[in-house]
């Protein structure tokens, strides 16, 4: 027979679970998995970000890097892991690009990854050699299509969205040149810089020092409009690089197991905005070339849809492929 006080504390248990099942988030550290190394401008902005999410959360986001495989690693980590609220992926573009890079990945980007935010977007800009005639977007097209395949362009991978950049600006201006992947942006840039190859492509911050530097010389952002970090510079739309309303950048966001609990992507949700609006945040992002983005999860699903259906097109055109 179960006695009074037994019945008492059964009733006190019962009574505390729905408490304890409601209780607020977050209740501990949170991870936020970044898909490159540290350093990076990547890694960079997610920190910045970090730190002032976790102060309106109210407890630390934890960063933790895990480069490699394109961001492929990282992201299969975070799609597989307890989907409690408390593991987040900060992801770039290279996660869209990689749906269609990969014949086989170990995780389904739409399936076992759920959008939290857009965050941050950086345009590229197109660089080139010092020592060669173009300076102006005009003058670049000349000599691309009076030169057809004797010019070589570098980049950071492959498919990555440098390569892919580049390609799209030779085809829109119908030119011709050699494709020399590197290992990762940085090479390719260098390389650039001493006139192994002719031009790339990079993020507009990863490029800014060689340029000021006079090692490199920007021809046109991937931008809509010029930024701020390069003012004479025009973007490729309007320069006749790309077509009227190009828009392309090395986007970032966050994304969360596919299961996590509503409330929590919410809330994170909530704390990516508040992060976004802090003139402070905004200052440091500029610095770094980035634009803050921000938005809802159903924002971010929308615009993940189309950049994969863009990016599918694209790396199939260009025949680009990682495996």
Do not use: C
């Not at 934890?62 to 992201?75: K, L």
């Not at 014949?103 to 950086?122: E, H, I």
């Not at 770094?288 to 950049?307: F, H, M």
Request: glycine content about 8%; overall charge neutral.
């Amino acid at each position: 027979m179960i006695d009074r006080r037994t019945l008492l504390a059964l009733g006190a248990a019962t009574l505390a679970a729905p408490a304890l099942a409601q209780a607020p988030f977050p209740g501990r550290p949170i991870r936020l998995v970044v898909a490159f190394p540290p350093g990076g401008p990547t890694d960079v902005v997610a920190r910045i970000l970090a730190e002032r999410m976790g102060r309106d959360l109210g407890q630390p986001i934890i960063v933790e890097n895990r480069g490699g495989a394109n961001g492929n690693i990282a992201a299969e980590a975070v799609a597989k892991a307890e989907p409690d609220g408390y593991t987040y992926l900060y992801n770039t573009s290279s996660i869209a690009i990689s749906r269609a890079l990969y014949k086989t990945l170990p995780y389904d980007l739409l399936r076992d990854l759920t959008p939290v935010s857009l965050t941050a977007a950086s345009p590229l800009a197109l660089v080139v050699n010092p020592g060669l005639p173009p300076r102006t977007p005009a003058e670049f097209i000349a000599w691309v299509k009076a030169n057809p395949g004797k010019f070589s362009y570098s980049s950071g991978g492959v498919g990555n969205i440098s390569h892919l950049v580049s390609f799209l600006v030779l085809r829109h201006i119908g030119g011709d040149a050699v494709h020399v992947p590197y290992r990762g942006t940085a090479a390719a840039l260098t390389d650039t810089a001493a006139g192994n190859v002719q031009f790339t492509s990079d993020t507009v911050v990863t490029a800014l020092p060689l340029i000021q530097d006079n090692r490199v010389r920007a021809i046109a952002v991937s931008s809509a409009e010029r930024t701020p970090l390069l003012p004479e510079v025009p973007a490729m739309a309007e320069a006749g690089l790309m077509p009227a309303g190009f828009d392309v950048g090395a986007w970032q966001g966050i994304l969360a197991p596919a299961k996590a609990p509503a409330a929590a992507t919410a809330r994170m949700n909530a704390a990516v905005g508040v992060a976004l609006a802090d003139p402070e945040v905004r200052a440091k992002l500029a610095a770094q070339g980035a634009r803050p983005t921000g938005g809802s999860p159903a924002d971010y699903t929308a615009y993940l849809t189309s950049e994969i259906a863009l990016w599918t097109k694209v790396v199939q055109e260009s025949g680009a492929t990682a495996d």
